[in-house]
């Protein structure tokens, strides 16, 4: 999973160039004066996470589980609406750690929050400094009523900022038995806000792969804290 710091209706973007001059780039850079509009979009988070709540090491993560990766992959493009697709939601230092020929992410619109990268807007990839940015982009010109849900994948500041935001719904962790010495940690959970699913394929079952035994938990945010 790429989480370090991891069939769309393309006739809706027949004037994408257009779109992308007049509205894209000069929405990115007013939107932080701007009021969003009503969110409707769902945010869930999806993470690995290490016996001691690691989630990466150097700028990479220190575990290559590709039935584990095989399941996100799963949970972050799976709808139930086909004629939707998700997001994927990430940092800079998380979209740079993805090797060139697999960026962006197959199947999902891929965004990036980025202090320094420049902002842009195309069918596979949004870069914003603002996550309000990227929803009020989401809920309008060609990707309006297009992405189901967004899926947080780090990393660490992307996650805290998503732990504390009104739309986010669920919580996938998967956990590993493992201390891989990681440099960088999920943050902190309040767990009064969550309740226990068995979503995603959570359950107690233990997988074991490449000497490591990890298993799938789930949450749901309760109502009270937020879920726009």
């Known amino acids: 999973m790429i989480l370090t710091n991891g069939h769309f209706c393309t006739r809706l973007f027949k004037n994408w160039e257009g779109f992308g001059a007049a509205y894209g780039k000069s929405v990115l850079w007013r939107m932080s004066n701007n009021i969003v509009a009503k969110q409707h979009i769902a945010m869930n988070i999806i993470a690995a996470v290490d016996a001691n709540c690691g989630i990466g090491r150097s700028n ?60 842009q807007v195309s069918d596979q990839l949004i870069v914003a400094k603002e996550l309000d940015a990227v929803l009020t982009i989401l809920h309008n010109g ?37 201390d891989f010495q990681c440099d960088v940690h999920f943050p902190p959970i ?3 806000q969550f309740e226990r699913n068995d979503d995603f394929g959570a359950s107690e079952e233990r997988h074991e792969e490449r000497g490591v035994i990890w298993h799938v938990t789930s949450y749901t945010r309760r109502k009270e804290f937020g879920r726009l």
């Open 142 to 178: 060609p990707f309006k009523d297009t992405v189901e849900t967004i899926w947080n994948v780090g990393g660490h500041d992307i996650y805290a900022l998503g732990l504390q935001h009104p739309s986010l719904y669920k919580l996938v962790l998967t956990r590993l038995d493992k």
């Open 60 to 119: 990479a993560l220190p575990w290559h589980l590709p039935t584990e990766y095989a399941h996100f992959v799963h949970v972050t493009t799976s709808t139930t609406d086909a004629q939707k697709r998700n997001a994927v939601l990430m940092g800079r230092k998380c979209w740079e750690s993805i090797p060139a020929r697999f960026r962006p992410l197959k199947g999902r619109l891929n965004v990036v929050l980025s202090r320094t990268m420049e902002p």
């Open 190 to 192: 309040d767990w009064a």
